[in-house]
């Protein structure tokens, strides 16, 4: 059977672009890897995706295969096409072929040891260090995820991941740094498939953090994956926004007071400085406290509580003032 068109393995078109076939790949890798999937032919699906997103991910390797196909891009096909000749070798003017039908360049004498020393042959064939160049090759990448909380974000770890190689599964220990941002890929050196006769490859883990019950990444308004900021919902008593109080707020650190200013509305921030999450270089992002004030249902009033309220919102400021709401 031919082998598939690698823009058809990822379901794409040939004008596609580097954000759809990532988004391609990311989908049939979570459907397809072996860990969720055991269908019988799950682990030979994923590695024809794997094989397709690793040329198609590199610009330079993209083009090669746009324009030769997997000859372009390596293995036997590739060696035979890159030669000019009509049997599979380059040409002088004239159609003599100086690789395949030239025979033993000993025999042509000193002519022969130029020939030697120009292309790296022997009286036989290929020099030793020639053939062992070809066969010792560097492995494939190996692409892996891995999940971790804010928590791990911000204080880095440790984590476990199970790869993949040939029918067996290996664990690789991957170290997560402090401030990772969510969708960032981790290079881990060697980790990868072996090579033959050559280096291993490296094994490529894009970090996935998990959404936290309270805190958000960004500043209010601006939420961002991977910013060192962090903010919150604070929920606040009428009494407390209106008279000012001070609050226990969470961090990922513990416990803080925090002073509310009287006469606080909803939707104000209050910063914590330097209370968010911790950066490579040692800087640290802020928290913020977006204020929300929780008004209690009318039914567990009394009439009195109710009369008193409607009165101090009669004498407070207007709150629907001004264009556009008025005309």
């Known amino acids: 059977m031919p082998d598939r068109d690698f ?14 076939i990532k988004r391609a790949y990311r ?51 590739g060696r035979a ?24 360049l000993g025999d042509l004498g000193d002519l022969g040891s130029v020939f ?3 292309f790296g042959r022997s009286a ?17 990448d190996v692409r892996g995820q891995i999940e971790v909380d804010l928590e791990t974000v911000a204080l880095g770890g440790r984590r476990s991941l199970r790869v993949r190689e040939g029918d067996r599964e290996r664990t690789i220990e991957v170290t997560i740094p402090a401030g990772v941002s969510s969708g960032q890929t981790l290079r881990m050196r060697g980790e990868g498939e072996p090579g033959p006769g050559g280096e291993r490859g490296d094994l490529l883990v894009e970090v996935r953090v998990r959404d936290h019950p309270l805190f958000r990444r960004g ?26 109080a001070h609050v226990d707020v969470p961090t990922l650190e513990g416990t803080v007071q925090l002073t509310i200013p009287g006469g606080t509305s909803s939707g104000k921030s209050l910063r ?6 911790p950066g490579r270089s040692g800087e640290r992002g802020d928290l913020y406290a977006v204020v929300q004030i929780v008004v209690p249902k009318a ?18 400021p207007k709150v629907r003032s001004g264009s556009p709401w008025t005309r």
């Not at 379901?11 to 759809?20: F, M, P, Q, Y």
């Not at 989908?27 to 794997?50: I, M, S, Y």
């Not at 914590?272 to 999450?277: C, D, E, P, Q, V």
């Open 7 to 20: 823009y058809e393995v990822l379901g794409l078109k040939r004008g596609a672009t580097a954000d759809e």
């Open 27 to 77: 989908k049939l890798a979570r459907q397809l890897h072996p860990d969720v999937n055991k269908a019988p032919d799950a682990a030979k699906r994923f590695a024809e995706v794997q094989e397709a997103y690793d040329v198609l991910s590199d610009e330079e390797r993209r083009k090669q295969y746009d324009l030769f196909g997997r000859a372009g891009v390596g293995g036997a096909a």
């Open 81 to 104: 096409g890159a030669a000019s000749g009509p049997h599979g070798a380059g040409s002088w003017p004239g159609g003599v072929r100086f690789e395949t039908e030239m025979g033993d």
């Open 116 to 118: 030697d020393a120009f």
């Open 124 to 140: 036989s064939g290929p020099t030793r260090s020639a053939r062992a160049h070809r066969a010792a090759r560097k492995g494939r």
């Open 219 to 244: 500043q209010p308004g601006k939420p961002s994956d991977s910013s060192l900021d962090l903010f919150f919902d604070l929920p606040l008593t009428i009494w407390e926004a209106m008279h000012g």
């Open 272 to 277: 914590l400085k330097a209370r968010g999450l």
């Open 299 to 316: 039914d567990v009033l009394s009439g009195a509580e109710q009369r008193a309220i409607e009165n101090v919102a009669r004498r407070g």
